[in-house]
């Protein structure tokens, strides 16, 4: 017949490697009977001794591990930090990635504006957790390999960050904003190729741009805003200066220039566009092409001016900005 | 968290070294882990079983302690033995703590300051 205490010692013995159970499952013994004479000494029955030692020793598997030393936390003191600044860095690297990919395919095979959302969301989030759950199976396995020896992360004083001061958290706001607006301005010169014109609630494959322009002008606008957004990020970390404001001229000018003049030229519209919706081009329409055009060059001229009023501002800046 | 959890938080911790050191100088004479732990609570070294039992394994594993089965009797037991080098510990430690307890004494009267 098993005894409790038979019972007991299997029960912690098996979780052990082979080489340690029998060693283990007598120095058990050992233990577990001296418990028990002291509990009749005291004046228990034998049967209620042995259960009352057993009691007293616990979970069987909790003692297991703390005889041979083997971790009660997934992923300990050791390896944590190395564990969180690979997960933060492959997340922040990976899933923006996966996310823009998905979306710029379905951009290209058409789908629906509800679908692109749902898909992109939905890669994104099992992007994550599959991250996540990988990276920490890996360190999980790392943490109970004894003989295991990964590099862990050495700290050095160039990793400190950068205080965050209240000007770079206002510049946040810029920097979504301007990230936002150039996306959507990319997705949007993609998006009229596959035509901007309803008529009795069917899209028209009518391109809004010219097709002709995706030989160079319209790959080059697109070129254009991905430097924006680069820009745009390189003013969030270290403010406006003067180069950067010069730099903002330059990009402003590079861009506004080549639309102007493509688009005085008439070569900006498709031709079919123009005439499904209608436009009298040449005719009445002086007035809303000087509005266009004044609109145009006084939204350069703004963002040329703020960049140098934000970089005026700066050189007085706070004792903090001094980068 | 009460005052008593922390006051004891802190005296385990102050403890936890001093088993190893106990230990190291009660088995220059052999015993088995459960002589081990009735003679140092008696002697007001307060340690938990599911501290000393693994602490007796990791410790022999270290070379600091040697063991034996002793079968002479009912029950086979293991007796440890403090090594030579669990000697030569045990004395650095004993050292240190001496060390030490002079300090806070001296820091305690105000010698030091």
């Known amino acids: 017949m098993t005894t409790l205490t038979d019972r007991y010692v299997w029960a912690a013995a098996r979780?052990?490697?082979?080489?340690?159970?029998?060693?283990?499952?007598?120095?058990l013994r050992e233990r577990i009977g001296d418990v028990i004479d002291a509990?009749?000494?005291?004046?228990?029955?034998?049967?209620?001794?042995?259960?009352?030692?057993?009691?007293?020793?616990g979970d069987p598997l909790q003692l297991a591990s703390s005889y041979i030393d083997r971790p009660l936390q997934l992923i300990g003191p050791k390896y944590f930090l190395t564990w969180w600044r690979l997960l933060r860095l492959l997340l922040v690297i990976v899933v923006p990635l996966a996310a823009a990919g998905v979306l710029l395919g379905q951009l290209i095979?058409?789908?629906?504006?509800?679908?692109?959302?749902?898909?992109?969301i939905g890669t994104a989030l099992q992007v994550a957790v599959n991250l996540g759950f990988w990276v920490t199976l890996v360190f999980a396995v790392i943490e109970r390999s004894p003989g295991a020896s990964v590099p862990v992360s050495t700290w050095t004083p160039d990793q400190l960050p950068q205080p965050r001061d209240d000007a770079r958290a206002g510049r946040l706001g810029?920097?979504?904003?301007?990230?936002?607006?150039?996306?959507i301005f990319a997705v949007a010169i993609v998006w009229q190729q596959f035509g901007l014109v309803w008529i009795d609630g069917e899209r028209q494959p009518i391109p809004m741009l010219d097709p002709a322009l995706w030989s160079f002008w319209l790959p080059y606008f697109i070129a254009l805003l991905v430097l924006e957004v680069v820009f745009a990020i390189v003013i969030y970390l270290r403010g406006w200066t003067w180069l950067m404001a010069a730099l903002n001229v330059l990009l402003n000018l590079a861009f506004t220039v080549p639309a102007l003049w493509l688009f005085l030229s008439g070569q900006l519209f498709a031709p079919e566009f123009v005439e499904a919706i209608g436009w009298p081009w040449g005719q009445a329409s002086d007035i809303t092409v000087t509005v266009i055009v004044f609109l145009a060059i006084g939204?350069?001229?703004w963002d040329i001016i703020d960049g140098f009023l934000k970089a005026a501002r700066n050189r007085g800046g706070s004792a903090l900005g001094g980068y | 968290m009460n005052t008593d959890e922390t006051t004891l938080g802190h005296i385990q911790e102050l403890r936890r070294g001093t088993v190893v050191l106990a230990c190291l100088i009660r088995l220059r004479t052999p015993d088995y882990g459960y002589a081990l732990l009735e003679s140092l609570n008696s002697?007001?070294?307060l340690v938990d079983a599911?501290?000393?039992?693994?602490?007796?394994?990791?410790?022999?594993?270290?070379?600091?302690?040697?063991?034996?089965w002793n079968t002479d009797e009912a029950r086979p037991r293991k007796f440890y033995r403090t090594s030579p080098s669990g000697d030569q510990l045990a004395t650095a430690l004993a050292t240190d703590w001496r060390r030490i307890d002079?300090?806070?004494?001296?820091?305690d009267t105000g010698d030091a300051r």
């Open chain 1, 15 to 27: 979780t052990l490697p082979e080489t340690q159970r029998a060693e283990f499952g007598r120095e």
């Open chain 1, 39 to 57: 509990h009749v000494e005291r004046g228990a029955a034998p049967a209620d001794a042995e259960h009352a030692a057993l009691v007293e020793l």
């Open chain 1, 109 to 120: 095979s058409g789908a629906d504006i509800g679908e692109m959302i749902g898909s992109t």
């Open chain 1, 174 to 183: 810029d920097l979504i904003a301007s990230v936002v607006f150039l996306t």
């Open chain 1, 299 to 301: 939204v350069t001229v």
């Open chain 2, 43 to 45: 002697l007001g070294i």
């Open chain 2, 50 to 68: 599911n501290t000393l039992y693994p602490l007796l394994r990791r410790l022999e594993k270290q070379g600091l302690l040697t063991s034996e």
């Open chain 2, 102 to 107: 002079d300090a806070l004494a001296r820091l």
